[in-house]
């Protein structure tokens, strides 16, 4: 089977979710391209939105209207050599006009998981759940005569458990899309010793045509990217239960989410990127790695009591910050969480203090949006991080240890058979988590 002609039925489980409302508009885009090539021009092409929820397929069609609108845009020049043999498109607005229709002509919502099983491929992107997973395959598998490859954008449940487990035969691998898909560039390709050979072929034209960056990763549960924030995370919660012993909790998580994010040159902080993720959903990857971590245990109490207390951070459908360890006021945090009072704390009330034991940053501090573009990465981090290892601050001090563990995380990625080397490990952090360097370098050792 051709590349075109495996992409002639496709389906999407969990089309209307965060992850695969994005899979669905790029695989839609994709395969629009596709029938819109002369020797594709009879061929019919069928994407399959499946979602249980009537509300967020209707939603899901307005999101990826609006989307597909901005990419036809970008791509007038291109539209107009493919629209050519159309002599009733004249003005631009008419191309994208019609456009927009072959895309969203193409997609068939539906609430029924039937529709898969005419698909010659399948993508799933439901909830992180393992035995959900394979129930799910299983059941489109045997109800399927076509032999389907499926692509699970898990981030965190080895694919070899979901293969032997809905007895697949190396149909399945995992195509972990970063979020959101429509804009990250990175997607993590796990494959098994199982895994078809021209599945893989499949991928990476796939990603390919999406302008991916594909990193492989081995078949260990959380891979790279989780393998990393797991356990990145963990060391921020870990420090903060240090710091409590002389700060009250709100002040220590602003001290660890102020030191990873400026001295650290991050996007944001970590407590910010976990509240982002969400709460639940960290505690849910590491529940689902933890059975396969023979030497470390992923666990955290802080997490655990946040869940109880029914903080659990994550997004609104509208994309807005939901508040976790911090609460946010027009994208941005203003106060943290203390799990004794069960209220807010506002920065207001401690940040001067905090600020003023945290210490200023060391020379050579940049901030991250022009530190991303910097050419000479390595002669302005290697100063600025020189510099800091030679202070006392309390944040000059906070900030080595995590860069150093950090270190440390990723040189065991590679140790423990995750990752194939430290370009993989730092290509992830680098396009995944849009960190300023990776993590593996000469800064931290």
């Given at each position: 089977?051709?590349?075109?002609?495996?992409?002639?039925?496709?389906?999407?489980?969990?089309?209307?979710?965060?992850?695969?409302?994005?899979?669905?508009?790029?695989?839609?885009?994709?395969?629009?391209?596709?029938?819109?090539?002369?020797?594709?021009?009879?061929?019919?092409?069928?994407?399959?939105?499946?979602?249980?929820?009537?509300?967020?397929?209707?939603?899901?069609?307005?999101?990826?209207?609006?989307?597909?609108?901005?990419?036809?845009?970008?791509?007038?020049?291109?539209l107009?050599?493919?629209?050519?043999?159309?002599?009733?498109?004249?003005?631009?607005?008419?191309?994208?006009?019609?456009?927009?229709?072959?895309?969203?002509?193409?997609?068939?919502p539906?609430?029924?998981?039937?529709?898969?099983?005419r698909?010659?491929?399948?993508?799933?992107?439901?909830?992180?759940?393992?035995?959900?997973?394979?129930?799910?395959?299983?059941?489109?598998?045997?109800?399927?005569?076509?032999?389907?490859?499926?692509?699970?954008?898990?981030?965190?449940?080895?694919?070899?458990?979901?293969?032997?487990?809905?007895?697949?035969?190396?149909?399945?691998?995992?195509?972990?899309?970063?979020?959101?898909?429509?804009?990250?560039?990175?997607?993590?390709?796990?494959?098994?010793?199982?895994?078809?050979?021209?599945?893989?072929?499949?991928?990476l034209?796939?990603?390919?045509?999406?302008?991916?960056?594909?990193?492989?990763?081995?078949?260990?549960?959380?891979?790279?990217?989780?393998g990393?924030?797991?356990?990145?995370?963990?060391?921020?919660?870990?420090?903060?239960k240090?710091?409590?012993?002389?700060?009250?909790f709100?002040?220590?998580?602003?001290?660890?989410?102020?030191?990873?994010?400026?001295?650290l040159?991050?996007?944001?902080?970590?407590?910010?990127?976990?509240?982002?993720?969400?709460?639940d959903?960290?505690?849910?990857?590491?529940?689902?790695m933890?059975?396969?971590?023979?030497?470390?245990?992923?666990?955290?109490?802080?997490?655990?009591?946040?869940?109880?207390?029914?903080?659990?951070?994550?997004?609104?459908?509208?994309?807005?910050?939901?508040?976790?360890?911090?609460?946010?006021?027009?994208?941005?945090?203003?106060?943290?969480?203390?799990?004794?009072?069960?209220?807010?704390?506002?920065?207001?009330?401690?940040?001067?203090?905090?600020?003023?034991?945290?210490?200023?940053?060391?020379?050579?501090?940049?901030?991250?949006?022009?530190?991303?573009?910097?050419?000479?990465?390595?002669?302005?981090?290697?100063k600025?991080?020189?510099?800091?290892?030679?202070?006392?601050?309390?944040?000059?001090?906070?900030?080595?240890?995590?860069?150093?563990?950090?270190?440390?995380?990723?040189?065991?990625?590679?140790?423990?058979?995750?990752a194939a080397?430290?370009?993989?490990?730092?290509?992830?952090?680098?396009?995944?988590?849009?960190?300023?360097?990776?993590?593996?370098?000469?800064?931290?050792?």
């Amino acid at each position: 089977m051709t590349y075109e002609e495996r992409l002639q039925n496709v389906t999407v489980l969990g089309a209307a979710g965060k992850m695969g409302s994005g899979i669905l508009l790029l695989t839609a885009v994709e395969m629009t391209n596709l029938s819109l090539m002369p020797e594709n021009k009879r061929k019919t092409f069928v994407l399959n939105a499946m979602d249980l929820s009537d509300e967020g397929l209707h939603g899901l069609m307005k999101y990826v209207k609006s989307q597909v609108l901005k990419i036809a845009e970008k791509q007038t020049v291109w539209l107009r050599s493919v629209y050519a043999d159309r002599e009733d498109l004249i003005e631009n607005g008419e191309i994208i006009e019609q456009y927009i229709f072959d895309v969203l002509n193409m997609i068939r919502p539906t609430t029924a998981m039937e529709v898969a099983y005419r698909s010659h491929l399948v993508f799933e992107a439901v909830s992180e759940n393992p035995d959900l997973k394979v129930k799910i395959l299983s059941q489109i598998d045997s109800n399927n005569p076509n032999k389907p490859w499926f692509f699970t954008n898990t981030s965190s449940v080895p694919i070899n458990l979901i293969d032997e487990g809905a007895k697949l035969g190396g149909r399945v691998l995992g195509f972990h899309f970063y979020n959101p898909p429509a804009i990250q560039k990175l997607v993590e390709l796990i494959t098994t010793s199982s895994t078809l050979p021209e599945m893989k072929e499949f991928a990476l034209a796939y990603a390919n045509g999406l302008k991916k960056v594909v990193v492989p990763s081995n078949d260990i549960a959380g891979f790279i990217g989780n393998g990393h924030f797991m356990r990145d995370g963990l060391h921020g919660l870990s420090e903060v239960k240090n710091l409590s012993v002389k700060y009250t909790f709100p002040e220590a998580v602003y001290i660890m989410n102020k030191v990873s994010q400026d001295f650290l040159v991050r996007p944001m902080g970590i407590f910010q990127l976990i509240d982002y993720v969400g709460i639940d959903v960290m505690q849910f990857i590491m529940k689902v790695m933890n059975p396969y971590m023979e030497n470390e245990n992923l666990h955290s109490d802080i997490i655990d009591q946040f869940i109880e207390l029914g903080v659990k951070g994550g997004q609104m459908s509208s994309g807005a910050q939901k508040d976790g360890f911090l609460k946010y006021e027009k994208g941005r945090p203003v106060a943290a969480f203390d799990p004794n009072t069960e209220e807010y704390v506002s920065f207001e009330t401690f940040a001067e203090k905090c600020d003023s034991q945290i210490g200023a940053l060391p020379e050579g501090a940049i901030p991250w949006k022009k530190a991303v573009r910097l050419k000479n990465k390595e002669e302005v981090f290697g100063k600025f991080f020189g510099h800091m290892k030679s202070l006392d601050s309390l944040g000059a001090q906070l900030a080595a240890k995590y860069g150093a563990r950090s270190h440390d995380i990723g040189t065991t990625l590679i140790n423990d058979g995750v990752a194939a080397n430290k370009e993989d490990v730092n290509t992830v952090m680098l396009t995944g988590f849009f960190h300023a360097y990776g993590p593996i370098n000469d800064f931290f050792n």
